[in-house]
């Protein structure tokens, strides 16, 4: 096939457009594609980005796309301009005392090696409870070097963090060679971000002692509940026989449940539930249910062994039959059910004389005038 020629070339174009009904990159497509760069670029931060959408917009409007080179130069372009309109509003929305605080943070101090935005830039310790002085104290410093909110309207929340992760790749001299808006609107950024990850360091800790503290709110319930179980079941079975009394009575329409619950300090609920366990066993609680077959067990094997097993050879001899429980288990189910071992010790020792009984004998032994003198004196 022949080369191309200077004049064969242009016709055959236009032929591939018409036939593609696409434009060529003609000034218009231009003014699109710079349009398109300008409204990407108050959005996103990266060329390739940027670059998309600048293709997707002459995508839409069946533009000819240009060379990648002339997309990256309108994309970098694009974004130098619109970095550089958001850095001078803040700059110009920041106050005459608020700027001179930003560019003493640059200067180095009499008596000191390194400025004050070497302080700033290094993170500080995270927060905790021991810390808590200290911590708002940093806090407080970075609030009073920092300008206000409102210096920051209108800035898209990402160009503000790119803006400040800008500031802290840079030391304090790479900063001074910076024009004065773009150094002090990179330093007001890198301050605001500091104080928000401040902030959310503190609530982190927040959220961690809360966290804390419900579980052992928690735990001392549970443990609340269980040494209470037992006070409960009575409460609960002096319930039920008020009920059914009250049921049986005349008045059943007067008394019930819910009056009589009123007066002891017994949810209904409570009450339903423990009546339907009752009704179903199966409905009981799982501890409930091992509690009521470990007692059989504890009661067969003190029987067994002649009453004489306490706590520790109980739980022994239910570890040999295969029974994996705990000895305070054991312990607790026991005293529950009026168990106790055999012990050495009598009960009264013979060494010792018990004065609290009435002595007979001996008084009958005392004459009768030291009697009367006892009774006398």
């Known amino acids: 096939m022949p080369p191309l020629t200077e004049i064969a070339y242009p016709r055959l174009m236009a032929r591939v457009r018409e036939h593609l009904g696409v434009t060529g990159f003609d000034a218009t497509a231009r003014r699109v594609l710079i349009r398109a760069s300008f409204d990407a670029a108050r959005r996103c931060d990266d060329p390739a980005d940027i670059v998309n959408c600048a293709i997707e917009e002459l995508v839409r409007q069946r533009f000819e796309l240009p060379a990648l080179g002339t997309l990256l130069r309108a994309a970098r372009s694009a974004r130098a301009i619109v970095n550089r309109g958001y850095l001078a509003s803040i700059h110009q929305a920041l106050d005459p005392a608020t700027r001179t605080r930003l560019q003493e943070l640059l200067a180095v101090k009499p ?132 009920v059914v009394a009250c049921r049986g009575d005349a008045h059943r329409a007067v008394h019930g449940v819910e009056p009589i619950c009123k007066v002891l300090p017994i949810a209904p609920s409570t009450y339903y539930a423990h009546a339907a366990r009752r009704a179903d066993p199966a409905k009981a609680p799982a501890r409930s249910r091992s509690d009521a077959e470990l007692s059989m067990a504890l009661r067969r094997v003190w029987d067994d062994t002649f009453q004489v097993y306490g706590a520790r050879k109980v739980w022994r001899q239910l570890r040999r039959e295969g029974l994996d429980v705990a000895r305070c288990t054991v312990a607790r189910l026991m005293r529950r059910l009026g168990l106790k071992g055999a012990t050495r010790d009598k009960a009264v020792r013979t060494t010792l004389s018990d004065r609290a009984p009435p002595c007979p004998l001996a008084a009958a032994a005392v004459p009768a005038r030291n009697r009367e003198s006892r009774l006398t004196g």
């Open 111 to 242: 008596g000191q090696t390194r400025t004050p935005w070497d302080a700033v830039k290094a993170d500080a310790p995270p927060p905790s409870p021991h810390r808590m002085k200290e911590f708002l104290t940093h806090l407080d410093a970075l609030r009073d070097l920092g300008a206000a909110p409102t210096a920051f309207a209108g800035v898209p929340e990402l160009k503000l963090g790119q803006f400040a992760l800008e500031a802290r790749s840079l030391h304090a001299a790479a900063l001074g060679q910076l024009t004065e808006p773009r150094r002090l609107a990179l330093i007001a950024c890198f301050l605001r971000r500091q104080v928000a990850r401040a902030l959310d360091d503190a609530a982190e800790m927040f959220i961690r002692q809360m966290q804390r503290l419900h579980n052992r709110a928690r735990e001392a319930l549970a443990r609340h509940q269980a040494q209470r179980v037992e006070q409960t079941d009575s409460l609960i079975a002096l319930l039920r026989k008020a």
